[in-house]
């Protein structure tokens, strides 16, 4: 009896430690990232405003809008494609958390990028 409740308690325990890593490992990290939205097509050539209007015709044609960074020269995902629409052609600063695996950024929020200077 004593090995039977000692094994359950082992296991328990290793049960607990095991989804605490599991967790742990899903920890996504809060980000704040500067750039130009754009299509996942033409990516960093139509990171600005004039190409706007090609983003956007790429998009009808089954491009995902993307976050080019040029500070970073990385181009991340957008799980939230409707607030991403509202600002092409525009420097915005994202924020939200980014899944590294997948480099895609759960959106909080899009707002224009602080001016410079």
Do not use: H, R, W
């Not at 009896?1 to 599991?22: E, Q, W």
């Not at 097509?41 to 040029?70: D, R």
């Not at 995902?77 to 600063?93: C, W, Y």
């Amino acid at each position: 009896m004593k090995k039977a409740i000692f094994s359950a308690v082992c296991s328990l325990a290793v049960a607990a430690l095991a989804a605490g890593f599991v967790l742990a490992g899903d920890a996504a990290k809060a980000v704040s990232v500067q750039g130009f939205i754009t299509d996942s097509y033409c990516g960093a050539k139509n990171a600005s405003m004039e190409g706007k209007s090609c983003a956007l015709k790429c998009m009808e044609k089954g491009a995902k809008l993307v976050l080019y960074s040029s500070a970073d020269k990385k181009t991340f995902n957008l799980d939230d494609q409707t607030k991403a629409k509202e600002n092409v052609g525009i420097e915005v600063k994202v924020t939200g958390t980014v899944d590294e695996a997948t480099s895609t950024i759960k959106v909080e929020k899009i707002e224009p990028a602080p001016k410079k200077g």
